[in-house]
């Protein structure tokens, strides 16, 4: 069953389809019924949440989030960097600045779209 509901996820997700963990269980439910409804001593099989937690980790798969923010680089992106290093280095020139005060702020989240709430 589990086989068969691992090549009904592949093929949801290569078509492009959302599968929350709800979907998810109910098919594998579907699948086992389907598969074992003729077995005369059938154990019930009720896909707990520690089940689907499991399968998952045993598929090695994961939920993920579609976003709809997404946002292509400008084409002159490196130009525009390159602007922006080279404005500061004139700054930094012009007015004496201490450079040992400049520090790493390369992860530090900038947003360029902020999506609406």
Not at 52 to 78: M, Q, V
Request: with cysteine; net charge positive; aromatic share 12%.
């Amino acid at each position: 069953m589990e086989k068969k509901l691992l090549e009904w996820f592949d093929d949801a997700r290569r078509d492009n389809c959302c599968i929350d963990g709800k979907t998810l269980k109910v098919k594998a439910i579907n699948l086992y019924d389907e598969l074992y409804r003729n077995r005369p001593q059938k154990a019930a099989f009720q896909a707990s949440d520690g089940w689907h937690y499991y399968w998952l980790n045993r598929n090695n798969k994961t939920y993920r989030r579609i976003t709809t923010t997404g946002r292509e680089l400008p084409s002159n992106s490196c130009e525009i960097i390159n602007n922006f290093i080279q404005e500061n280095s004139n700054v930094f020139r012009t007015i004496n600045f201490d450079k040992s005060k400049i520090f790493n702020m390369d992860e530090t989240s900038i947003y360029l779209d902020c999506p609406p709430k």
